[in-house]
């Protein structure tokens, strides 16, 4: 099996897995993480599968993240936290579990707990609604 037919990210980019989806380019596509760290925690991935910075091209780097850049500003209008994590890992030992490059966009609370990674589902109609709020504050 190549990557691309094994990786989730894959498929929700051609449509075959769900996700809330906020947002898509010509080559970025930005959506809920399905297991929060925190109410708000959005993906940014290039549509085409590469696993980290190492493999990332020159043509859908930028892309992904000006898309990042537009995505939390929307998040920051939305959902007023008070600070914004944006976190790129690059392989397990740093922390990166889905092998396919995304960045992480992670609203913050002063004072809330620090981690990356939720360990619990989200609603998937939560996190429809959410992504529908920040959408609409997109420019
Ligand atoms: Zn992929």
Redesign the pocket.
Known sequence: MS??TA?I??HIVAGRAPAAKIVETEHALAFLDLFPSTDGHTLVIPKR?YENLFEADEETLPEVHLLARRVARAMRQALAPDGMMALQLNGAAAGQTVF?YHTHLIPRRAGSELRIHGREQADPAHLAALAARIGAELE
Request: aromatic share 14%; hydrophobic share 15%.
């Open positions: 990557p691309e990786c990210f894959c599968h396919h």
